[in-house]
């Protein structure tokens, strides 16, 4: 497995010749033997600390602090996954449009510094269906992005957002991503078609489903693989590269079922370190790329590729 260009962004520019400041929307390239993967920039979220720190021991602030990090605001940065493999051109997830939040929504700045075109996407793949994962699947006239791309979510994520039900119990801090999740998935059905997959499912040639909910009910990470070498892309399944590595069965603000979310998050931890498999991270520091190693009994850390 080769790691080459790998570049910065936000807070990377170049200078213009009227002295203005132009964002470079890069990416790291990972190939697995005939496969080309590109983590691509949709910008970065801004978050309260409550989110991510709000239901853990006070310890978490003085992890957090060893970062560098402030501890009331988080500014986690958003990586897409772009796989090529000759024949299918596979989007995990698609950023979170124009509409969320004015920090994130760059996904078809990254592609177009490719020179990749939406219409090129044979496939879109999510990870869950919240709003800086999903939103990003329709222009402002509610036409798909990706016209020509098949869109897959899984089975119990599809269900759920679905569910009338779910606005009502999912509390009022959510409420809008139900209301989203439910009016985009709705169109991509009726209008466009959408196929749903369960878990262990070959979704695509060397692409496996693998179930690792808590942070949504039927949240996925897709394990790649070509021959002997694989990458598993987490999707948020793997919130942030501090707390997150070092304490994954402490309880986070940010998913929807916190026990099974820490579940999920030890198990997942546990099987990358010990396989020392290569994994993206969609809100891992930019570009994502990296490996879990075990330091402790229930600890870890991510080491950047």
């Not at 989007?91 to 996904?107: E, H, I, Q, R, S």
């Not at 998050?265 to 790329?289: C, K, N, S, T, W």
């Amino acid at each position: 497995m080769a790691l080459t260009r790998r570049s910065f962004i936000r807070n990377t520019c170049a200078a213009t010749a009227g002295g203005l400041l132009t964002p470079v929307w890069a990416r790291a390239q990972v190939t697995l033997g005939s496969l080309q993967i590109d983590t691509l920039s949709d910008g970065n979220l801004v978050l309260p600390g409550a989110m991510t720190i709000g239901q853990m021991p006070a310890e978490a602030a003085e992890i957090v602090a060893r970062y560098g990090l402030p501890t009331d605001q988080f500014t986690p940065d958003c990586n897409v996954t772009l796989l090529r493999d000759g024949t299918n051109t596979v989007l995990f997830d698609v950023g979170a449009g124009p509409n969320f939040m004015p920090t994130a929504g760059k996904l078809l700045e990254a592609l177009e510094t490719l020179g990749v075109a939406p219409d090129e996407i044979t496939h879109v793949l999510f990870t869950h269906a919240h709003p800086d994962h999903l939103w990003g699947v329709f222009d402002d006239f509610d036409e798909p992005l990706f016209m020509n791309a098949t869109h897959m979510i899984g089975q119990a994520e599809f269900d759920y957002w679905m569910d009338s039900n779910t606005a009502d119990s999912i509390g009022a801090e959510r409420q809008s991503f139900a209301a989203g999740a439910l009016r985009m998935l709705t169109m991509l059905a009726d209008d466009y078609g959408i196929e749903t997959f369960a878990d262990g499912a070959e979704v695509l040639p060397g692409i496996a489903a693998r179930m690792v909910d808590g942070h949504t009910p039927g949240h996925m990470a897709f394990h790649v693989q070509n021959g002997t070498e694989a990458v598993m892309i987490t999707g948020d399944a793997i919130g942030n590269h501090h707390v997150g590595f070092e304490r994954p069965d402490w309880k986070s603000g940010s998913d929807q079922d916190a026990d099974r979310g820490a579940e999920s998050r030890a198990m997942l931890l546990d099987q990358l370190a010990a396989e020392q498999m290569m994994m993206i991270g969609y809100h891992l520091p930019f570009p994502g790329v990296g490996r879990a190693e075990k330091i402790g009994d229930k600890s870890y850390r991510f080491v950047a590729a």
